[in-house]
């Protein structure tokens, strides 16, 4: 069965370091991957998306993700962190067929000290 | 363009009483879907559907019912609502693409 894991349930880091959010994917076939984020009260944007092609994605907001097909793996990265990325962060995977369901995992909470 | 809609934005019920919650997009897209998002557990398939006049179960589709009667449109309904459905609940939609378009939730507690 198709799943999606986030490893990180919350993750605290300082303004202007680094971040890695985890992915992990289990899909039979090349997967469309996403990377959504949802800021306090609000609906999901989509930050970034994988079809095919280059392995390493750009996205909206500085964001950029690499797939690694050989780890199942689709983490999210930004070089520097603002504050105003503190949110929660959702990676999914679209199912095989046409009907376009999502499997999301369990969300990823960043907070960012200032 | 609005974009994808949702009403009502908060809602509180008994337990037993049914309501209806509204999804509405003006992107002219086939397919749409309703999640509902739980502490966490992400969000979760209950219904979608592939076209006006058509819906199919998802993940999660117990004590819910949907319509698509216009494209435009997708209603989701409780019939007898139960605190277990206490959740936000996410309507998207997409187009032909993988793409989904979320609208920005409705907020609901059984009591």
């Known amino acids: 069965a198709q799943s999606v894991t986030q490893p990180d349930i919350h993750i605290t880091v300082s303004e202007g370091a680094s971040l890695e959010l985890r992915c992990n994917y289990s899909?039979?076939?090349?997967?469309?991957l996403f990377w959504y984020v949802q800021s306090p009260g609000q609906g999901l944007q989509l930050l970034l998306k994988y079809f095919s092609g280059d392995t390493l994605v750009q996205g909206i907001k500085g964001f950029e993700a690499e797939f690694k097909r050989s780890q199942s793996s689709f983490n999210l990265r930004k070089p520097s962190v603002h504050w105003s990325d503190a949110a929660e962060y959702f990676c999914?995977?679209?199912?095989?067929?046409?009907?376009?369901?999502?499997?999301f995992g369990q969300g990823t909470t960043l907070q960012v000290k200032p | 363009n609005a974009g994808v809609t949702q009403t009502p934005k908060f809602r509180v019920l008994k337990t037993g009483q049914s309501m209806t919650l509204l999804c509405a997009q003006d992107?002219?897209?086939?397919?749409m879907y309703w999640y509902r998002q739980d502490p966490g557990m992400g969000l979760r398939l209950i219904h979608y559907?592939?076209?006006?006049?058509?819906?199919a179960k998802g993940e999660v589709p117990d004590g819910y019912n949907v319509s698509r009667l216009k494209k435009q449109n997708f209603l989701l309904g409780l019939e007898s609502a139960a605190p277990s459905q206490t959740s936000v609940y996410f309507c998207?939609?997409?187009?032909?693409?993988?793409?989904?378009?979320f609208g920005p939730g409705t907020r609901l507690t059984v009591t």
């Open positions: 999914a995977v679209a199912r095989s067929g046409n009907t376009g369901k999502l499997i």
């Open positions: 992107m002219n897209h086939e397919y």
């Open positions: 998207a939609s997409r187009l032909g693409g993988h793409e989904q378009y």
């Open positions: 899909y039979g076939a090349t997967p469309y």
């Open positions: 559907s592939v076209g006006e006049g058509t819906t």
